[in-house]
């Protein structure tokens, strides 16, 4: 005889449909007391009252209607069996002082009761099963949620049944495992043994699932903060007013989708990520191809910006040499070369026409102080040369010296003159004309 006959089975199954719904953790719930049914059902024995009935359902399925279940259990129990539980509870309910004390945690008083009298053992055992199987309940749903997860709530509802499968397993006996209470057993037929290979594999279960957990929320933190980043980038490169800022962006985007990357691809925070990078590489690659050209503009205008500054800085203080004036000259020329190689189509074109224009005025005049300089370093040149032939020459004639050295002053007046301001040469051709006007004048009738 089964311990659970064919009406009284379908009279549970038909409320525990009733009982819960379409969603994942009313499914878990429904598996698991469907399990349990079948599984009363299959063993032989007494037939379970409508205690263990309610034991059974009502853990998982608090809403499992009384009605039903004592439905169920007159179908189901013999008439000889209530007399017996009557009169085991009117013995517990005169007892009361004594199943106290004799229920307390000590193997010395509650093995010679177990042996003489195990009917007053009963509260303890029951709240030993009670935790058994809410350990048990718990454990399975976590396992369901946790190893079978669709999305991060399954993960957090996973972490509260672990954290109950944890309470009421602390709560087992462990000084009584190994002890299987044969007369409890007798009554209700349990089929469980607390043995420490049990005990330890609960332990062992949740220890499992509590690490995994954490290792799920930590995925989960480092995915939330990749795509934090990833999107603040995105935002960031959009209203960047200049190419380095635009540059800092992406560097950002990228680290973002580095992080992405690692994430564990054994939890569901590294899976998501897993398809999600796919998209956010496509989207980053897309926007690198343009913000490549304009990183290639922003060097280019960089570097334009660099040689101009060297140029500006070796032009200070002048006078210079001719040699210092054609290498400003040429730094110029690689500030404007540069520039010139920003396309019409780019963004920062406008930018580098406005600089090319200030540059290629500054190369003239550059130009043209180089000019001066060669120019005034020639004159003053010639100068000299006719000063060295006016020294060397020494005419026997008074009138015809005197004509003749009028004749060469004004000539080299002439040529000093030609010396321009903020040149090298000007100081020292400012010097010799002073002495060639007063040589004049001291000459000229």
């Known amino acids: ?40 059902r299959s063993q032989p024995g007494s037939p379970a009252s409508l205690a263990e009935l309610r034991e ?42 004594l199943v106290w004390v004799v229920n307390l945690p000590y193997p010395m008083i509650r093995r010679p009761v177990a042996r003489t009298a195990p009917l007053l053992l009963l509260p303890s055992y029951i709240q030993m099963d009670h935790n058994y199987r809410q350990t048990i309940r718990n454990v399975e749903q976590a396992d369901q949620l946790i190893n079978n997860a669709t999305s991060a709530a399954d993960f957090g509802l996973g972490e509260e049944k672990v954290k109950l499968a944890q309470t009421h397993l602390d709560k087992l006996p462990v000084w009584f495992l190994g002890y299987e209470p044969r007369f ?19 332990r062992t279960n949740v220890a499992r699932m509590e ?58 925070a590294g899976q998501t990520a ?62 404007i070369a540069r520039l010139e190689k920003v396309p ?17 005025t500054n190369l003239g005049i550059i130009q043209t102080r180089s000019s001066a300089e060669a120019e005034s370093i020639q004159a003053l040149d010639e100068a000299q040369r006719q000063i060295q032939r006016l020294l060397a020459n020494t005419p026997t004639d008074a009138a015809i010296d005197r004509n003749l050295t009028l004749s060469q002053l004004q000539g080299i007046i002439n040529q000093l003159n030609k010396v321009q301001s903020g040149t090298t040469s000007y100081p020292k051709a400012q010097e010799l004309l002073l002495s060639a006007q007063n040589k004049l004048k001291q000459i000229q009738p």
């Open 1 to 40: 005889m089964n311990r659970l006959n064919h009406r009284a089975y379908k009279i549970l199954c038909a409320e525990v449909h009733h009982c819960t719904g379409d969603s994942p953790v009313n499914q878990v719930e429904r598996q698991i007391v469907l399990k349990r049914l079948k599984k009363l």
């Open 56 to 97: 059974t359902v009502v853990d998982v399925l608090p809403q499992f209607s009384e009605k039903e279940l004592k439905k169920a259990a007159k179908a189901n129990q013999p008439p000889g069996l209530l007399s017996k539980m009557a009169w085991t509870g009117a013995i517990l309910g005169s007892m009361a002082g």
């Open 184 to 202: 409890y057993c007798s009554l209700f037929n349990c089929s469980w043994k607390f043995t420490f290979d049990e005990f330890e594999s609960a």
């Open 211 to 268: 690490a995994k957990v954490f290792q799920e929320k930590n995925a989960q933190i480092e995915l939330e903060k990749a795509e934090t980043v990833l999107n603040q980038a995105k935002q960031q490169y959009q209203q960047a007013a200049t190419p380095t800022d635009k540059q800092n962006a992406i560097a950002q985007w990228r680290s973002a989708i580095d992080q992405l990357e690692q994430i564990p691809s054994a939890t569901l």
């Open 274 to 335: 897993k398809t999600k990078f796919l998209a956010y590489q496509r989207d980053f690659q897309q926007v690198v191809g343009f913000a490549a050209d304009n990183q290639r503009t922003g060097y280019l205008i960089g570097a334009a910006q660099e040689f101009a500054f060297a140029a500006a800085k070796a032009a200070q203080n002048p006078p210079h040499t001719v040699a210092e004036w054609q290498q400003i000259q040429k730094l110029w020329q690689q500030a």
């Open 344 to 360: 019409l189509d780019d963004q920062g074109y406008l930018q580098a026409q406005k600089l090319l224009a200030t540059y290629q």
